[in-house]
């Protein structure tokens, strides 16, 4: 049998494949991010015959202040999770299992978008959009913990089959973990393990909420692939510390270069990373980045270069993919 069809079992999630739908960013919510009929519409089209294994439910802002755009979905306030409980369902009744990111934009938000003061680690400015941001204080930093906790207690509220937290693509957890955005000279900021404590203290706080038997995934930007940013080396030490932390599976993508590498269309162009760090952890790995073919998934698979393989684009542009690519490996 095709290694995409196998199975995945851990202690804590069963999907029937290897295939998953990565997170993408839609702009169909309403504009207070609740859940819309477009939404509803767009993630049953996507999951409709159930051939995808998981869906990840594109980034949802914890905060009005991390909100990275208009009309992004939401996960800020009790008020969303009914509207939430629509689209798990959904999922769920086309056989897929689903999870949501959770997200805070950091220094790539906007103040004309947030109406909010834009912070960051540190007084750096993004090198993918936004205003200059104001370094947060420890004080800040331990809220915005507790808010990452409290929408994950939503995420479970609402049905969902696990939740992930976003720490790539030039986001708030991205920029402490990439020297290029963040100078600190306290606790959170220096080495490695200084630069995601803020992601250990979330991790420990979600776990809290939501309990020891529901997954938690984390996506991690494993490297910048700009001088000075972030390294695979840094995200091997990273990853083995999540793992510990209670992390039931790594979705690697990339970091301030976002989810792209100019010049590079090869399939599964993040490859090396997931290979490194499947090296040092023993949770699962998800692997995105260019795959649009059924062949190259399953070559990546035989490779050992990750357990998890995300199709973005090539889902996004034609929802029939998912059923094609299945039904031409069995």
């Given at each position: 049998?095709?290694?995409?069809?196998?199975?995945?079992?851990?202690s804590k999630l069963t999907l029937k494949n290897r295939l998953i739908m990565p997170p993408m960013a839609t702009s169909k919510s309403e504009k207070d991010g609740r859940v819309s009929e477009d939404i509803l519409k767009y993630y049953d089209e996507k999951s409709k015959g159930g051939y995808i294994s998981l869906v990840i439910i594109e980034?949802?802002?914890?905060?009005?202040?991390?909100?990275?755009?208009?009309?992004?979905?939401?996960?800020?306030?009790d008020s969303v999770v009914e509207g939430l409980q629509k689209l798990s369902e959904i999922i769920?009744?086309?056989?897929?299992?689903?999870?949501?990111?959770?997200?805070?934009?950091?220094?790539?938000?906007?103040?004309?978008?947030?109406?909010?003061?834009?912070?960051g680690p540190s007084a750096v400015s993004n090198p993918i959009k936004g205003d200059m941001p104001r370094e947060l204080t420890g004080l800040e930093i331990d809220d915005i913990v507790q808010k990452f906790k409290a929408a994950a207690l939503r995420v479970k509220e609402a049905g969902f089959d696990g939740v992930e937290i976003h720490s790539a693509h030039g986001y708030l957890l991205n920029q402490f973990f990439s020297p290029l955005t963040n100078k600190r000279n306290d606790e959170y900021g220096g080495n490695v393990k200084s630069r995601i404590k803020i992601?250990?203290?979330?991790i420990k706080a979600v776990r809290g909420a939501v309990g020891d038997n529901f997954p938690i995934f984390l996506r991690l930007g494993a490297s910048d692939y700009m001088t000075g940013g972030s390294t695979v080396e840094d995200s091997k030490i990273a990853a083995k510390e999540f793992e510990k932390a209670g992390v039931d599976v790594l979705d690697i993508s990339g970091g301030l270069c976002r989810y792209t590498l100019p010049g590079n269309t090869s399939q599964g162009y993040f490859s090396p990373l997931t290979e490194e760090i499947k090296k040092v952890v023993s949770v699962p790995v998800i692997l995105t980045g260019?795959?649009?073919?059924?062949?190259?998934a399953e070559t990546l698979l035989l490779q050992?270069?990750?357990?998890?393989?995300?199709?973005?684009?090539?889902?996004y542009r034609d929802s029939s993919w998912a059923q094609r690519a299945i039904e031409s490996l069995r």
């Open positions: 049998m095709s290694y995409l069809l196998e199975p995945l079992k851990t980034h949802s802002f914890i905060d009005k202040a991390g909100k990275a755009s208009e009309n992004q979905l939401s996960i800020s306030n769920h009744r086309n056989a897929s299992k689903t999870i949501m990111q959770i997200n805070h934009a950091g220094s790539a938000a906007m103040r004309n978008v947030t109406g909010c003061e834009v912070v992601h250990l203290d979330i260019g795959i649009t073919e059924s062949k190259a050992h270069k990750a357990d998890l393989i995300g199709v973005g684009r090539a889902i």
